[in-house]
């Protein structure tokens, strides 16, 4: 299927829309499809191929090619070795035997490990070296741990475009170039963000900064549409990077027998009648995506479990274990639930999230079905709950903010 969309003259959209897959590494639920962009630049002399598509598709990426009447590549820029950008490479560099690609140092150690790339194929460039192709030039910015250790952006300087790979990327599949549905697109790039970019925050912010004094018309991603309102995703991410949390308490959970469900249930009441926003999730079903996109503002989590044996439900481990991968910038977390005749679930779960920085608060673990004693303590942890976010100044007189 042709995919072909011109961006500006001389600059051309040519990877792949998936519109039916609904997972990526075998992790990632993708309830939206994604694509993989790919971006052809002419210049005066040379030409670029900014970037592949993933394996499965490159039939797709060279069909586009060949429509658009490419008899020659001199240069693919590959800013990222994973295989969705650059698993159609040795396909492409067999089509056009004189291209050289042109990555970052630790790209090139990659591409040769993962695609057997051969090492006089391969140009690595330093930061801000530029590429000329003759009335058009290229320059790239090292980006590395977004998401990967070897990756860089590209931006053409004289029309003013960040090919920016998978930063600001988001996993939509969709015929339209530019961003059309700001809300849509929102949700999809924050969710984007939750499950790929959130563990790599702090340098995530870094690395906005070192593309702060570009002056950028159109965002080019790998993924989802381009921004021609590069502002607009730029912003959420300066908010989704920051250390700034919002009101609102994360309430994952387990329940086999009923009790913690109920201590869910009266937990949550009690916090939205203090003025907290609540998110929770049952994790007998569970979209990790929603999960994550909750974790990205929210200042507190409260994990929910039964004890099975004696330790926490196995749905929580492993929810307990993403969320410490996650690193979201959480400033609390506690723990709820029942046990029948003992166990080490509370101590267990710390040490599972010990990567996050966060205050523990006082748990509530109680033995059966909760009691009236049982419910004041819930009382109790919703009032230090609400205190926290007090003094974080994220609640405001008479309600949420």
């Not at 057997?116 to 090292?142: A, C, N, Q, W, Y």
């Not at 912010?205 to 549409?225: F, T």
């Not at 979209?287 to 989590?301: E, H, P, Q």
């Amino acid at each position: 299927m042709e995919t072909i969309r011109e961006l500006k003259p001389g600059i051309y959209s040519v990877g792949a829309i998936d519109w039916d897959r609904r997972l990526f590494d075998e992790l990632i639920p993708l309830p939206d499809g994604t694509s993989y962009n790919a971006y052809l630049v002419k210049g005066k002399e040379k030409t670029a191929l900014i970037d592949t598509v993933d394996p499965k598709m490159a039939d797709v990426l060279i069909d586009n090619l060949k429509q658009l009447g490419v008899k020659s590549i001199d240069y693919v820029i590959a800013n990222h070795a994973e295989q969705d950008h650059s698993g159609a490479l040795p396909q492409i560099l067999e089509l056009y035997p004189k291209a050289k690609v042109v990555c970052t140092a630790k790209c090139r150690s990659l591409l040769m490990d993962l695609l057997f790339i051969p090492e006089d194929r391969i140009v690595p460039v330093g930061e801000e070296e530029k590429l000329s192709l003759g009335g058009k030039t290229l320059m790239f910015i090292h980006a590395p741990w977004v998401h990967w250790p070897e990756t860089m952006v590209t931006y053409l300087m004289e029309d003013r475009i960040l090919f920016s790979c998978d930063l600001f990327g988001s996993h939509l599949a969709t015929s339209a170039l530019f961003v059309t549905d700001e809300r849509i697109v929102y949700e999809a790039a924050k969710r984007y963000y939750a499950e790929i970019m959130m563990p790599f925050r702090v340098v995530i912010r870094g690395n906005l900064e070192k593309i702060g004094n570009l002056d950028i018309s159109i965002i080019a991603p790998s993924h989802g549409p381009a921004y021609d309102n590069p502002d607009f995703i730029l912003s959420a991410y300066k908010d989704w990077v920051s250390d700034e949390v919002k009101n609102e308490v994360v309430i994952p959970y387990v329940s086999m027998h009923g009790s913690t469900k109920k201590m869910v249930d009266y937990l949550v009441k009690g916090l939205i009648g203090r003025g907290m926003s609540v998110r929770q999730f049952n994790l007998s079903e569970i979209d990790l995506g929603k999960l994550s996109m909750a974790l990205v503002d929210a200042a507190t989590i409260v994990i929910g479990s039964p004890t099975v044996l004696v330790g926490p439900h196995p749905n929580v481990v492993s929810v307990a274990y993403l969320v410490n991968a996650l690193r979201p910038k959480l400033r609390f977390a506690s723990v709820i639930g029942s046990y029948s005749w003992g166990g080490k679930m509370v101590d267990q779960l710390t040490t599972m999230i010990s990567g996050l920085k966060v205050n523990i608060l006082s748990p509530v673990v109680i033995k059966g079905f909760p009691k009236e004693k049982d419910f004041m303590e819930l009382e109790r942890l919703a009032d230090e709950i609400f205190n926290r976010h007090k003094e974080l100044g994220i609640i405001e007189k008479g309600g949420m903010r």
